[in-house]
């Protein structure tokens, strides 16, 4: 009989940890976030027309962005939080983010030159469910959710 402090323990892995945490913790903000809006379709179809939308985007119907964004979101956080497929989950949403981001960039440029606010004095509601936030602490807390979304796709994930 081997003694128990002679088998080997597999190594802790630190990287793999964090980005568990990282993609567990960006899978429950995209399911929140989601649920949100797919719970309340109507207000955030009205938000959704708000944004200046770029020429590459005007085809698409405004009615199923509302209608099949949010359950995309969850869909991406349903996985990311059981760690299935999370390199490509964790690059989409980093995707996702980007062009909300971008958008949110747009919409707030279009309020300065119409108001002549200084950006981070320009509050709207993004469609994102906290109501209205300043448009610099949006886009700050849409660069951290990018960045756990990088923890997250740069983690080892789960290998058999």
């Known amino acids: ?3 128990s402090t002679m088998i080997p323990t597999p190594p802790f892995h630190f990287r793999g940890v964090i980005g568990g945490l ?3 913790l960006l899978g429950a903000c ?6 949100d809006k797919a719970i309340h379709p109507g207000d955030f179809l009205k938000l959704v027309h708000e944004y200046p939308l770029p020429e590459w985007v005007r085809p698409l119907n405004p009615t199923w962005i509302a209608a ?6 969850v869909f991406c ?3 990311l939080i059981v760690g299935f497929r999370v390199r490509g989950t964790a690059l989409a949403s980093f ?14 440029l ?3 030159r119409a108001t002549g606010l200084p950006l981070c004095r320009i509050r709207f509601d993004c469609g994102c469910g906290g109501g209205e936030v ?5 886009l700050l807390e849409n660069a951290l959710l990018m960045g756990l979304a990088c923890v997250a796709l740069a983690s080892r994930g789960r290998r058999p």
């Open 134 to 138: 300043p448009v610099c602490r949006k």
């Open 1 to 3: 009989m081997i003694p």
């Open 77 to 79: 956080g349903g996985l």
């Open 22 to 24: 990282a993609r567990i």
């Open 68 to 73: 099949l964004l949010p359950w995309f979101e």
């Open 110 to 112: 279009e309020i300065q």
């Open 30 to 35: 995209f399911v929140r976030l989601g649920l």
């Open 95 to 108: 995707g996702l983010l980007g062009m909300f981001s971008w958008f949110v960039w747009l919409r707030a």
